[in-house]
């Protein structure tokens, strides 16, 4: 089991940022990807963002095109924490924020684990 706890979330105008944080805790060893949703009312949630947990792992992170360049995301392995440092934020980038860690078996099931979510509201 993986526990997952945002925070960072708030209200800001166009063009500002936000940094959004995420701490796991409980069985940490078997995470294959961090990663960074977004959800609005009446849609599917979206990927933003994803992170390896090993700098071994060599792969880069990817973004959303609609995120690319503007958002950031990086982890701090001896907090176990994931970040997503948000600039020139738009109105369209209004959502709520979900944090993300997706186990993997050797057997090549997977599973996702989900923090509760944190509000951005990007609006003037």
């Known amino acids: 089991q993986v526990r997952l706890v945002e925070a960072g979330g708030g209200l800001v105008q166009p063009g500002e940022s936000l940094r959004l944080s995420c701490e796991a805790s409980g069985s940490l060893f078997g995470i294959h990807t961090l990663g960074w949703y977004r959800q609005v009312p009446g849609a599917q949630r979206e990927l933003v963002a994803f992170?390896?947990?090993?700098?071994?792992?060599?792969?880069?992170?990817e973004y959303d095109p609609a995120v690319r360049g503007r958002f950031t995301i990086s982890r701090d392995n001896a907090k176990n924490a994931v970040y997503l440092q948000m600039n020139s934020l738009k109105p369209e980038d209004t959502a709520t924020y979900y944090c993300?860690?997706?186990?993997?078996?050797?057997?090549?099931?997977?599973?996702?684990?989900w923090g509760r979510g944190t509000q951005v509201t990007v609006s003037a």
């Open positions: 992170i390896t947990p090993r700098d071994s792992d060599a792969i880069a992170p």
């Open positions: 993300n860690a997706r186990t993997l078996s050797p057997s090549g099931a997977s599973v996702d684990y």
